[in-house]
T-cell receptor, first 116, second 115 residues
Framework: DAGVIQSPRHEVTEMGQEVTLRCKPI?????LFWYRQTMMRGLELLIY????????DSGMPEDRFSAKMPNASFSTLKIQPSEPRDSAVYFC??????????????FGQGTRLTVV | AQKITQTQPGMFVQEKEAVTLDCTYD???????LFWYKQPSSGEMIFLIY??????QNATEGRYSLNFQKARKSANLVISASQLGDSAMYFC????????????FGTGTRLLVSP
């Protein structure tokens, strides 16, 4: 398997524009996590899915953020409208989870978002 | 409430020396798992080691070992014989076992290994 694939790797956008980040988890994994990493806040869990169902979105900072997982092989994180304070590295990670707590999460390479 | 606490923003160690990175956690779930990840300057997240709450022995993986003190709720990472390539951010994470298994991270410790 190619691992968790995120796209794009880098995104520069203007304030107010819509941004969509994409993630393809490892085949067979039933958990998908979206994280945001900044210097100030470290690695924050934004939302996670189990079997394509959003379980906890309490980490999503505002209504401008939304995430979907239409099927087991694809998820998106959308920011609309984007603001400069959204600039961060966004990671997607997937893992086996149900009944298998000891399996680690595998991370994508991350998307570095810059909002100007 | 912070579930994972890493109190050392930065640590320095000389090459070939051992270093301990601290991690404390907070949970009332009797079933949980603790993970350590390394993030080098290139940015990827690399899994290092895992410790389960019911494991009787401390986990070890090569030069990495986990000093697990359940009563104190601590899971410190010990890196023996540090190498220059160990310079990176290190994150402690926890996954609670009951119900849905979210994975939450601490704020990380930056380790710098000097020659």
């Amino acid at each position: 398997d190619a691992g968790v694939i995120q796209s794009p790797r880098h995104e520069v956008t203007e304030m107010g524009q819509e941004v969509t980040l994409r993630c393809k988890p490892i085949s067979g994994h039933d958990y998908l996590f979206w994280y945001r990493q900044t210097m100030m806040r470290g690695l924050e869990l934004l939302i996670y899915f189990n079997n394509n169902v959003p379980i906890d979105d309490s980490g999503m900072p505002e209504d401008r953020f939304s995430a979907k997982m239409p099927n087991a092989s694809f998820s998106t994180l959308k920011i609309q409208p984007s603001e400069p304070r959204d600039s961060a590295v966004y990671f997607c990670a997937s893992s086996l989870g149900t009944g298998r707590m000891n399996t680690e999460a595998f991370f994508g390479q991350g998307t570095r978002l810059t909002v100007v | 409430a912070q579930k994972i606490t890493q109190t050392q923003p930065g640590m320095f160690v000389q090459e070939k020396e051992a270093v301990t990175l601290d991690c404390t956690y907070d949970t009332s779930d009797p079933s949980y798992g603790l993970f350590w990840y390394k993030q080098p300057s290139s940015g990827e997240m690399i899994f290092l080691i895992y410790q389960g709450s019911y494991d009787q022995q401390n986990a070890t993986e090569g030069r990495y070992s986990l000093n697990f003190q359940k009563a104190r709720k601590s899971a410190n990472l010990v890196i023996s014989a540090s190498q220059l390539g160990d310079s990176a951010m290190y994150f402690c994470a926890m996954r609670e076992g009951t119900g849905f298994q979210k994975l939450v991270f601490g704020t990380g410790t930056r380790l710098l290994v000097s020659p």
